[in-house]
């Protein structure tokens, strides 16, 4: 997600000379993202939701600052 937010000020700049290769670029990203099953969102969800549900019991515990 963080790669798409930094990737977009590029984009820009890309558009702004070139709008037909910015277009093919944003297509080709939106296929890829399609392309991605649904048990590989979950996994990455879970695992997440995980982690930050361990790092807020080690913070109240006092183990993690």
């Not at 930094?6 to 392309?35: C, D, Q, R």
């Not at 099953?37 to 109240?60: H, I, M, N």
Request: with cysteine; charged share 10%.
């Amino acid at each position: 997600m963080h790669a798409l937010v930094l990737f977009s000020v590029p984009m820009g700049i890309v558009a702004a000379f070139n709008p037909t290769a910015a277009k093919a670029i944003g297509e080709g990203m939106t296929n890829y993202l399609g392309a991605l099953p649904e048990a590989l969102y979950a996994l990455f969800c879970t695992g997440y939701l995980g982690y930050t549900a361990a790092r807020q019991w080690g913070k109240v515990k006092g183990v993690d600052r």
